[in-house]
C-alpha cells in the first residue's frame, strides 16, 4: 500500500492551494486519514484528520480556512486550503493510521502508521 500525495506548489498570501493523497493497492478498508505539515526547523503536527465516517478535527490554526474530504470508494483524502497565509509554508504530509488489504496470496493484512512523501506549499509574495 503507497500513499501518493499531490499538489502542493507557490501561491500568494490569501490564495487557494488544494492537496490530494490517494492510497494505491488491493485495499479494503481505511481508516483515519489526515494531513500533517512540517515547517523549516519546527516539528510536524497536525493539520486535519476525517475518519470513515466523514468526523473532521482541525488545528486552531487552520480552523476556518482549511477543509479535508475523502472519497471512501477511490481511497482518496483531499485539504482544500484557502485564505493561505505565509505561516501555512510547511511539507505537507498525508497520513492514514490503519489500512487493510488483501495481499498477493488472497490474504487480508493490516498495515499502521502509513505516511505519503511529501508535498511542499510556500506561501510568499
Known amino acids: 500500500v503507497q500513499l501518493q500525495a499531490s499538489g502542493g506548489g507557490l501561491v500568494q498570501p490569501g490564495g487557494s492551494l488544494r492537496l490530494s493523497c490517494a492510497a494505491s493497492?488491493?485495499?479494503?478498508?481505511?481508516?483515519?486519514m489526515g494531513w500533517y505539515r512540517q515547517a523549516p526547523g519546527k516539528q510536524r503536527e497536525l493539520v486535519a484528520t476525517i475518519t470513515h465516517n466523514r468526523v473532521t478535527d482541525y488545528a486552531d490554526s487552520v480552523k476556518g480556512r482549511f477543509t479535508i474530504s475523502r472519497d471512501n470508494a477511490k481511497a482518496t483524502v483531499a485539504l482544500q486550503m484557502d485564505t493561505l497565509k505565509p505561516e501555512d509554508t510547511a511539507v505537507y504530509y498525508c497520513h492514514v493510521d490503519e489500512v487493510g488489504y488483501t495481499d498477493f496470496n488472497g490474504q487480508q493484512k493490516y498495515m499502521f502508521d502509513n505516511w505519503g512523501q511529501g508535498t511542499l506549499v510556500t506561501v510568499s509574495s
Open positions: 493497492g488491493s485495499i479494503f478498508m481505511i481508516n483515519r
